[in-house]
């Protein structure tokens, strides 16, 4: 009965598994897709990541400003002069004045995660992050939201994991501008700062602000090569990896401070935030629940990480959290290595002329109104070879996920699992002496013990 109780127990505690409390789990289903960032001094790149991902359908942007000086604090009042209400910028969290960007963006990220607790999903990713979902999946959400749309095929999962492609700066120099003349790496002749307020904003005859500069191409539109994939077997990772001997340099790994230039480094996740008490950096920390996370496919969804934009911003970068691995990257990796494979998935997903119209609207001049009208691009080829067949989508479902439990309840995990151990004992000894040379029986009812050798004889 002992064993009944333990095990009964132990199952209701599995029961949970990769769902939250069914009242929590549809309360939180019928909510909204949020994205939230941490910036300092991003406006240069900033408006094409929130209208690629309103386009790619989420209901709320969050903004957390660490201290910029390019005039993010005017983004709210910009997009409320449009009725544009899915914005908001905040001031980042910080648990002490002397936290660094990193340990701050943990709090802004877990700050945002109790800001939307009755969200269906809560993602955390940086201004150089973009979520690309493949054609195949794109295609069968056609009219409906696409983020939320891909989500739901994981609703009893706590956390979905998108696995990070690093795309190369496809050769510019200056950040967010259209030169791609090559040029050696230099940061002595560029700005290691952000962009000034007045070079960005400007204001309207009403005192409303407006976007001074023009946006001559994106960046998902601008930037299509990356570095082959491991997960992709068609792009020959490992026979391309041994072909650069940078990527296995001892050297350049140690002044990069111990990264693999050649990786594509972390992925970020959504999670839905009834389900995680503390977010990190990439993933939830503190789960409230046995959290089980999704690590999807490459060929089903990834996230397209701009890691080195431009010669510029490989310095502001890396000037800016005093790291060195953006320029390592950027000098020996950035122009080979990760400018194999062309990818245009991003820029199918959402058009360049999405965000024209959008950057138009908010333009101080009548910029970016006069639309070239092409339709989608296809798809890449090579990616289609490698991820085309929905059967493959299919097998690829049923992989890459592992589950989590907050410190409590391993600690009760493991007091069932001893109790159990320890019942098992008990149960054994009853039946048997588990010391000594012979074994004893015992009788309940007289409560007399009879030897083996006495048995016999009788």
Known sequence: ??????????????????????????????????????????????????????????????????????????????????????????????ASATDEFTFVQAESFTDCLNRHKLAAWVGFFDTDEYVVIAHQIRNKCVGRPLLKCFLERYANFGSVHFRALRFS????????????????????GLTLHGAKPDEIWGRTRDGSPCIRSELRQGITQSHQWRGPSPDIPAESYSKLLAKHPECSDWELMRRAGGWRICEHGHGKSFVQPLQCARYGIHACEVPRFLLCTKTVSVCEARMNHYYVRSTQDACIHAHKDW??????????????????????????????????????????????RDHDGTSVARADASI?????????????????????LPVPIWALLLIIAWMMILTAYRVCCRWRVCRGQSFQYFDDSEGDTLSESSTDEA
Request: glycine share 6%.
């Open 323 to 368: 790291k060195s691995d953006p320029l390592i990257i950027y000098k020996y990796v950035d122009a080979n290595f990760f400018h194999i494979i062309k990818d245009d998935e991003a820029a199918q997903q959402v058009p360049q002329s999405i965000l024209r119209r959008v950057w138009g609207d908010f333009a101080c001049a009548a910029l970016g």
């Open 1 to 94: 009965m002992r064993l009944q109780s333990y095990a009964s127990l132990a199952s209701a505690i599995l029961r949970l598994g990769c769902l939250a409390p069914p009242a929590l789990a549809v309360q939180s289903r019928a909510g909204e897709v949020v994205v939230c960032t941490q910036v300092k001094d991003e406006m240069p790149y900033l408006l094409e990541w929130i209208e690629y991902y309103k386009a790619s359908g989420v209901d709320r942007i969050d903004i957390y400003d660490d201290g910029s000086a390019d005039g993010v604090q005017n983004l709210a009042e910009l997009y409320e002069a449009h009725n544009r209400t899915y914005l908001r910028v905040l001031k980042a969290v910080r």
């Open 384 to 404: 289609d070879l490698a991820c085309g067949s929905d059967s493959l989508l299919n097998v690829e479902h049923l992989r890459g996920i592992t589950c989590a």
């Open 169 to 188: 700066s496809s050769g510019q120099i200056h950040r967010h501008l259209s030169s791609y003349e090559e040029q050696p790496l230099n940061c002595s």
